[in-house]
Every structure is written in structure tokens, then in C-alpha cells.
């Protein structure tokens, strides 16, 4: 915290992993969920009333690191210390990695005061686009849920031994979608699927108009 005015210092600050700091002469602040720029504001506000004629300025030394809880299907769960860039598919890695039978497309964050976001990582694994890849907070409880909703897509520009997560909403262009979409030589208008009566444990396949 830099102090510019008619008192000019520069005080060493420490930020705890409750998102508190002590600032001397003006006592404990919460800066939970507070950017840096929304942070200067508020303690130059209070430096302000402090200190007659002084300004005061925020600078990041050293991002302090993130406590994020991974639960559900995760082969060791708990709690890990994490970057603080940290973002959902980079939590992934921690916790000896996922179960066969976890779902990337129906993950949950729980954040400390309780609010709770479900995302579907599909859109940044398969597309790219990082809108779902959300940065987790300090506190933040990454959920994974099972699901047994997968299926497989040949003939397509990904044709190797993948399966593929699905939703009741996804449509077949979906899927292929998925898989890398079609090949040069494919024929859109000549599609079978393959669908496993659980009942009966048997296998039936119908022509997709």
C-alpha cells in the first residue's frame, strides 16, 4: 500500500485466505470478492478520512494461493491449494484425476456463501471457447456428478475410440459436432444409431431421417 501526500510511506500488506487485511492505524478490512481496482477505492476512502491531504494506492507483489474443494467423482477428494488464476479445467487435474463415470457437462461450483453455478465444460474442451472455464474463487467447491449418458460417434473426422458425454437436449448434429463433424466422404442423409434397450439388454438400431 503505497501512502502519497502529506504522509508518504509504503506499508507491507498481507492478504489472509478469508480476504481480510490489516491496514495499521485504520484496522481490518474485508476485501473478499473485491478486484483490485473496486479494493483501491475503498481503502483509499478510508485513507482519506485517516490521513488529511494523503492518497493511497494499491500494488499486487505476490498473488497468494487459492483453497479449492473438489468432491463427487474425483479419485481422491479434498481440499487443495491452487494458483490464484486457478480456472475449472485446470482444478481438474488436482485429485488423481476424474472417475470413468464423471460428467464434464454437469459440474457444479459452490461458493462459500452458498450461491451455486452449473457449468458444462464441453463448450471450452470440444470448442474452445473459455466462457464456461470460469476462474474459481478462494473458498469455492468444485462439484463432479456422475452420469452414465455417453455414446460413441463413428464416421466422422474423429473417428478413433471416443465417447462422448450427451444431455436429452443435444440434437444428433450435436454429437457429430462433437466428434469433429463429418468426413469429406460421409453421407449426411445415410445415419444409424445404435440404442441399448436397458431392459431387455439388447441392442436395436433405427435409421436417422
Same mark, same amino acid.
Given at each position: 500500500?503505497?501512502?502519497?501526500?502529506?504522509?508518504?510511506?509504503?506499508?507491507?500488506?498481507?492478504?489472509?485466505?478469508?480476504?481480510?487485511?490489516?491496514?495499521?492505524?485504520?484496522?481490518?478490512?474485508?476485501?473478499?470478492? #473485491?478486484?483490485?481496482?473496486?479494493?483501491?477505492?475503498?481503502?483509499?476512502?478510508?485513507?482519506?478520512?485517516?490521513?488529511?491531504?494523503?492518497?493511497?494506492?494499491?500494488?499486487?507483489? =505476490?498473488?497468494? *494461493?487459492?483453497?479449492?474443494?473438489?468432491?463427487?467423482?474425483?479419485?481422491?477428494?479434498?481440499?487443495? *491449494?491452487?494458483?490464484?488464476?486457478?480456472?475449472?479445467?485446470?482444478? *481438474? =487435474?488436482?485429485?488423481?484425476? *476424474?472417475?470413468?463415470?464423471?460428467?464434464? #457437462?454437469?459440474?457444479?461450483?459452490?461458493?462459500?456463501?452458498?450461491?451455486?453455478?452449473?457449468?458444462?465444460?464441453?463448450?471450452?474442451?470440444?470448442?474452445?471457447? #473459455?466462457?464456461?472455464?470460469?476462474?474459481?474463487?478462494?473458498?469455492?467447491?468444485?462439484?463432479?456428478?456422475?452420469?452414465?449418458?455417453?455414446?460413441?460417434?463413428?464416421?466422422?473426422? #474423429?473417428?478413433?475410440?471416443?465417447?462422448?458425454?450427451?444431455?436429452?437436449?443435444?440434437?444428433?448434429?450435436?454429437?457429430?459436432?462433437?466428434?469433429?463433424?463429418?468426413?469429406?466422404?460421409?453421407?449426411?442423409?445415410?445415419?444409424?444409431?445404435?440404442?441399448?434397450?436397458?431392459?431387455?439388454?439388447?441392442?436395436?438400431?433405427?435409421?436417422?431421417?
Amino acid at each position: 500500500l503505497f501512502l502519497i501526500g502529506n504522509n508518504e510511506k509504503k506499508i507491507p500488506l498481507r492478504i489472509d485466505l478469508a480476504g481480510n487485511v490489516a491496514i495499521p492505524e485504520i484496522g481490518d478490512i474485508s476485501l473478499v470478492n #473485491r478486484t483490485l481496482n473496486e479494493a483501491n477505492k475503498l481503502i483509499n476512502s478510508l485513507v482519506e478520512n485517516a490521513y488529511i491531504g494523503t492518497q493511497s494506492y494499491l500494488s499486487v507483489i =505476490k498473488p497468494s *494461493l487459492k483453497k479449492i474443494s473438489i468432491v463427487g467423482e474425483i479419485q481422491n477428494p479434498g481440499t487443495y *491449494l491452487m494458483n490464484p488464476f486457478v480456472t475449472v479445467s485446470e482444478a *481438474l =487435474k488436482f485429485g488423481g484425476g *476424474l472417475k470413468e463415470q464423471a460428467s464434464l #457437462r454437469e459440474l457444479k461450483i459452490i461458493s462459500v456463501d452458498g450461491d451455486s453455478k452449473e457449468i458444462d465444460l464441453y463448450e471450452f474442451l470440444v470448442y474452445g471457447e #473459455r466462457k464456461n472455464d470460469v476462474n474459481l474463487k478462494n473458498g469455492d467447491t468444485l462439484v463432479i456428478s456422475s452420469t452414465n449418458k455417453f455414446v460413441k460417434v463413428n464416421g466422422t473426422n #474423429r473417428d478413433e475410440e471416443y465417447y462422448y458425454e450427451y444431455k436429452n437436449t443435444d440434437t444428433y448434429e450435436s454429437l457429430i459436432n462433437f466428434a469433429g463433424g463429418f468426413k469429406t466422404d460421409s453421407n449426411p442423409n445415410l445415419i444409424n444409431v445404435d440404442y441399448v434397450n436397458s431392459s431387455a439388454k439388447e441392442i436395436n438400431t433405427k435409421k436417422v431421417e
